[in-house]
């Protein structure tokens, strides 16, 4: 009975968005596939285009694609009453969508910043895609565990991996928020010494002031 209790919670995550079968494994929209179309648009993106303009208007498909999975993060914050086990897997596939927005929402504005250079640009971009890739690697993880088939693991160790993911997808998550806090420092130091701070504020945020 223990592990059925276990295990129900862990399909009712999976089965969020309804599949109208029981049999189903892991949720109709893959977060995994989500991250990793984000990651492969971003690789594109790094290695064919030459001009922060250019950037900006590709990077348009991988806003797209953001913006479609959205739907998905906004709909599993509405999931509640789950036991503990069962929370943390819909946190931690939360904090991959958390991962993707940062990218998202914030390099979006990094490419209208002139204090980046196209190739600090691209190299920004390339850090992006691999702590996401990272992180969707974790969520790999997660997800054979939550295969409700996979019944050789005892609910001890399926809870401590669920335990190891969550607090690996936690890191990566703190790390995105410091590696644009970082890139975004760096622009308003470049805006200061040109007395130009205001536009920087403008462009992140009255918030982002916190981040120098």
């Known amino acids: 009975m223990k592990k059925i209790r276990f295990i129900i919670p862990l399909i009712a995550v999976c089965l969020l968005l309804g599949t109208g079968r029981a049999s189903a494994q892991w949720t ?51 999931v509640n009453n789950l036991v503990r086990d069962a929370r943390k897997v819909q946190q931690t596939i939360l904090m991959l969508g958390d991962i993707s927005s940062n990218y998202v929402n914030n390099y979006k504005k990094m490419l209208t910043d002139p204090n980046f250079t196209t190739s600090e640009l691209s190299a920004i971009a390339s850090g992006y895609t691999r702590i996401l890739e990272e992180a969707n690697g ?56 040109k007395a130009d701070t205001q536009r920087v504020v403008n462009l992140y945020g009255k918030g982002a002031e916190r981040y120098w």
């Open 28 to 78: 109709v929209i893959d977060p995994s596939n989500i991250a990793q179309s984000i990651v492969n648009s971003s690789k594109e993106l790094v290695q064919s285009t030459s001009t922060a303009k250019n950037m900006l208007n590709n990077f348009q498909e991988t806003v797209k694609i953001y913006e479609q999975s959205k739907k998905y993060y906004d709909a599993l914050k509405s």
């Open 138 to 193: 974790v969520l790999g993880e997660l997800k054979n565990v939550v295969n409700i088939t996979t019944l050789s693991m005892t609910d001890k160790e399926r809870m401590d991996v669920v335990d190891r993911c969550y607090k690996e997808m936690l890191r990566y998550r703190n790390l995105t928020a410091y590696f644009t806090n970082k890139n975004i420092s760096v622009s308003y130091l470049r805006a200061k010494k």
